[in-house]
């Protein structure tokens, strides 16, 4: 149980286009997800909290209008990556917290993205 | 906001020794705190929590200890073996308010046979 899964766990794309991220908890409902980034030998570092049915709230120094975040559903959140540069390539982790209220964080596999 | 410190960054041990890794916390509204295991290129793995409710935790090798009134809690793997190694981060949170998770930097552990 308590399996959180993204799609896709790769992606190369070219400087200046857009790329989607999913994040679908899979057993359980999550009326919070949140996004993480991680560099190379680095922690993990929240970029935002999603919430259904409502808008993101990002974390200083994260820009909304670049990472959109759209949490439609209890068991998906997606983030997408506008006009992506090189600098923005990393590791993209989601994790979700079930809605009944338990303690427990659990992660995706993570997406790698790579800009180039 | 909270802020979590992790030490030491690189931990080598030799297999079947005992491996302690130390994180403090800063905001004191904090009551729940994790570790998690990553291996290379995956996600992180929970292997452990512990609330504010509760002192000590164990799970066969690994125990988490909590002081809250210094704020600082530890992971403790003992007998440790190869496949331990990766990178372990201890992370808290205020999950009574719904906040996210804060990590720590990580430790990276070596066990060597």
């Known amino acids: 149980g308590a399996v959180v899964s993204q799609h896709p766990s790769w992606v190369i794309c070219k400087s200046g286009t857009s790329v989607k991220i999913e994040c679908r908890s899979l057993?359980?409902?999550?009326?919070?997800m949140f996004w993480y980034r991680q560099f190379p030998k680095q922690s993990l570092m929240l970029m935002a909290t999603?919430?259904?049915?409502?808008?993101?709230?990002?974390e200083q120094g994260v820009e909304k209008d670049k990472f959109l975040i759209n949490h439609a559903s209890l068991t998906l959140s997606t983030l997408t990556v506008t006009s992506a540069h090189p600098e923005d390539s990393s590791f993209y982790i989601c994790?979700?917290?079930?809605?009944?209220?338990?303690?427990?964080?659990?992660f995706g596999p993570g997406t790698r993205l790579t800009v180039t | 906001g909270e802020n979590v410190e992790q030490h030491p960054s690189t931990l080598s041990v030799q297999e079947g020794d005992s491996a302690v890794i130390k994180c403090t916390y800063s905001d004191s509204a904090s009551n729940y705190f994790p570790w998690y295991k990553q291996e290379l290129g995956k996600g992180p793995q929970l292997i452990i929590d512990?609330?504010?409710?509760?002192g000590e935790k164990k799970d066969q090798r690994i125990a988490v200890t909590l002081n809250k009134t210094a704020k600082h809690f530890s992971l403790h793997i003992t007998e440790t073996q190869p496949e331990d190694s990766a990178v372990y981060f201890c992370?808290?949170?205020?999950?009574?308010?719904?906040?996210?998770?804060?990590f720590g930097k990580g430790t990276t552990l070596s066990v060597s046979s």
């Open positions: 999603s919430n259904e049915g409502s808008k993101a709230t990002y």
């Open positions: 994790s979700a917290s079930p809605s009944s209220g338990a303690y427990e964080q659990y």
């Open positions: 992370a808290a949170s205020n999950r009574q308010a719904g906040t996210a998770l804060i």
């Open positions: 057993d359980f409902q999550a009326t919070t």
């Open positions: 512990i609330r504010s409710n509760v």
